[in-house]
């Protein structure tokens, strides 16, 4: 695991922006392709409205960039809670990406039908063999919380389904989610965490005993690929 740790969000999303472009060159210098899935909730935002801009917005090649999404909340698209939607606004109305190439966890279906249908574009897209994405971008809740794994939740433990759906109680609202297998089979995953609201939880998730139960971010350890934490001197001020 690789530990970045940058003064402020300010420089963190500037520092991730910069390793992401780097990674994209080097990965598309060897294949024609590139997926990428994206992360909702709020730390993210300054890093999309970054990359939507000059110098990324000239150097990335959009057009081989292909979008996914670790999870959705199943709620309109355009309530600002919704991840694709929030995603558009900072990021995919921003820059050249192919409409095709921009595969969001729909929520205008039952949740159920929602991640039995992204599991048939996962397949259907790695053509039948393991889903193995370029790269993952995950977040952190205060609560410990990636994708929609929250604390306490089975879908932690999922090992079939590519993508599931359940009631989470605590929001009283419904999640879509990629499950751990898939985002432990990517090339290279990459945390990005701010704020003193994650200092404690950062601790146990890093340094702490394992119990993915209660911290869900510990289940993220990629089989081969690489893992990176990026996060904000707030954030790892208890490290
Ligand atoms: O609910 C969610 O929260 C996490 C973390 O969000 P943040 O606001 O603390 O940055 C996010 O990664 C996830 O995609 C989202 O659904």
């Known amino acids: 695991m690789e530990l970045h740790i940058e003064k402020d969000t300010k420089a963190l999303s500037a520092s991730l922006a910069e390793w992401i472009n780097n990674y994209i060159q080097q990965v598309l210098a060897k294949q024609d392709r590139f997926t990428f899935v994206l992360s909702g909730g709020s730390t993210p935002k300054a890093l999309y ?23 959705e909340r199943a709620v309109p698209f355009e309530d600002a809670r919704n ?21 969001i966890m729909r929520t205008d279906i039952t949740p159920a039908e929602s991640a ?10 790695f053509e039948g063999s393991e889903t193995t994405f370029d790269f993952v971008l995950l977040g952190m809740g205060d609560d410990g919380h990636t994708l929609s794994l929250f604390p306490g939740t089975e879908v932690i433990h999922e090992e079939n389904a590519l993508a ?8 009283d609202m419904y999640r879509i989610t990629l499950t751990a297998p ?58």
Do not use: R
């Not at 970054?50 to 999870?71: Q, R, T, V």
């Not at 995603?87 to 109305?93: H, K, N, Q, T």
């Not at 039995?116 to 897209?125: D, G, P, R, S």
């Open 83 to 103: 991840n694709a939607k929030m995603c558009y606004d900072e990021l995919l109305d921003k820059v050249p990406v192919k409409a095709e190439n921009i595969h």
């Open 164 to 171: 599931t759906s359940f009631f989470l109680q605590a929001q």
């Open 49 to 71: 409205a970054l990359l939507a801009e000059s110098p990324y917005k000239e150097s990335i090649p959009w057009e081989k960039l292909h979008f996914f999404w670790g999870d």
């Open 182 to 239: 898939v985002v432990n089979n990517a090339a290279c995953v990459a945390f990005l965490a701010a704020g003193a609201g994650k200092a404690e939880v950062l601790k146990q998730v890093l340094k702490g005993e394992k119990n993915v139960d209660l911290y869900p971010s510990q289940i993220i350890q990629p089989v081969k690929g690489e893992l990176h934490w990026f996060v904000d001197e707030a954030a790892a001020a208890s490290l």
């Open 116 to 125: 039995a249908e992204y599991e048939k574009i996962l397949k259907t897209y």
